[in-house]
């Protein structure tokens, strides 16, 4: 393999004074809920709050003087953004970021504040993609040296610093391994030190299940470009990894898991409400798989990287739609109200359980007021509850359509 653990090793020597040396910390409610013992490796606490920091300093501090004076620049949907930034102050370094559209606007703003005078941010497409495109444009008109967030020998070995810290903490003592994959960096350079100093090691790279591009691309054996992905857990979000990344996956036969956006919102509050951290989509998707692995971690010693905390607040209202749909505890009906007296009274008090909430009530013809059909949303105390519902309007006889979430009227209307 192009890196190595003694790469890995010296880029650990290179951050030394940089970075930080994230804690490990034992999460006691989900050891006791999995009957192991589950680490958290906080990358969240790192000054750009992401682990990006490492391959992104390790890679443009290794540059000389011609390159330097060449600037550089990259492609990122946030996190990688942040860690060039703050990188190019450092070394004082001119950089020119591109980001997607779709970036949360805190995103954006930290890269502006970590790279000062040294960084212009420009905003192009909606998808990582379509900003490395541009940014590829860029780096050939300009002669810029680009710093790839995941497909680069030395950004891949800055991020297997991360590995390097656990290996240490633990002193070897580890049987399984989660971390998020986007486009592979961290869990390649991870991959690579951990395997080598403890070949049974189980590494577990975890996909947002909208955007699988490692899982496709195992599966075919070769690098699969998605047409269609979902871009909600953007910092995981591309589509297609690297060739570096997907030889080390192959290398390794590294398994792959994906998790449904819904989840991971689920984790996502889970996380703040228990423990008190504040983590991305893409942060809490190693976490997120656990309960896909319940079965095989039980009694062992387990990893999950917290890799990113850079989560807009103005995210929340969605993370907690997600997270109640994927729960099974949220519900929208178009329901057709006859026109007749007392059809919405039949509906309160004869459809609706004792625990159950209307969240939302809107008629969709607003020349016809209570009367016609009306978009109606549920929230149900157990999922259980739902059954109950559907029988009871089965029952009285409404005229109704359950809308679900690939349905164009829940993407309109809700």
Known sequence: MAVTIQAIEEAAERLKFVVKHTPLELSKRLSEKYQANIFFKREDLQEVRSFKIRGAYNKI??????ERARGIVCASAGNHAQGVAYSCAALQIQGTIFMPRITPRQKVEKVKKFGANYVQVVLHGETFDDSYLEAEKFREAQQAVFVHPFNDDLVIAGQGTVA??????????????????????????????LKEKNPPLHYIGVEPLGAPAMYESLKTNRLVTLHHIDTFVDGAAVRQIGDKTFEVFRNYAAEVMTVPEGKVCTTMIELYQNEGIIAEPAGALSVAALDFAAYRIRGKTVVCVISGGNNDILRYPEIMEKSLRYEGLKHYFIINFAQKPGQLRTFLEEALGPNDDIVRFEYIKKTNAEKGPALVGIELANRDDYAILIKKLDTIGFDYRVVSDDDMYYKHLV
């Open 61 to 66: 501090a290794s540059l000389n003087e011609d």
């Open 164 to 193: 390097k810290e656990i290996h240490e903490q633990l002193e070897g003592k580890l049987d399984f391994m989660f971390s998020a994959v986007g486009g592979g960096g961290l869990a390649s350079g991870c991959m690579i030190y």
